[in-house]
């Protein structure tokens, strides 16, 4: 009986110990996995003057880091690149030889999701705080947007995500918005 109880009370410690080289080896990777595209990241942060946070945040949310993502109605890749957003940025970049097999590549995909995203910002530039109206749009789509800037929220930031009638583009918004500020902190 007595050896018996030992070897519950030796258990225990052994698997509490178990339990935590677990969750450090998972929390390791999940950090590495997501630092992993950071140099991608920060050059095409630089290109297209969008904060890398932002454009983490956006990898999050779009694909959770995954460069093989596919999307339900044709998104590709780590920041969920349509064919024809792909296109536009070809011809505003001169590039001739684009494939849509390319955006399965993590560099080219950032750099066309940023130039997007920078494009969208600009977009918005007019209001007190593009972020909201940039990503409503990089989620919903223009047409969207612009059903939602109806009077003061053509300018006003806080009106115009009163005015958002998805759901899940409010999130979208909202998860966005903290996980970049997330990003930014652990930036500093």
Known sequence: MFKQSTHRFLLIPALILF???LAGALIWQHNS???R???QIQLAALQYNVKPSLIKAVIWQE????PSALGSV???GLMQ???LTAQEWCSDNKIKDFHPSHLFNPQTNIYIGTWYLGKMLNRYNKTDNPLPYALSDYNAGRKA????TSGSA???SSHFLNNITYPSTRRYVESVTQRSLHYERKLQ
Do not use: H, P
């Not at 694909?63 to 995954?66: N, P």
């Open 81 to 83: 690149i349509r064919e």
């Open 145 to 148: 947007v612009l059903r939602w």
């Open 74 to 76: 044709g998104e590709v």
């Open 19 to 21: 339990m935590i080289i």
């Open 63 to 66: 694909s959770r880091f995954k």
């Open 154 to 156: 053509l300018t006003n």
């Open 33 to 35: 996995q997501q630092a």
């Open 37 to 39: 595209f950071d140099r």
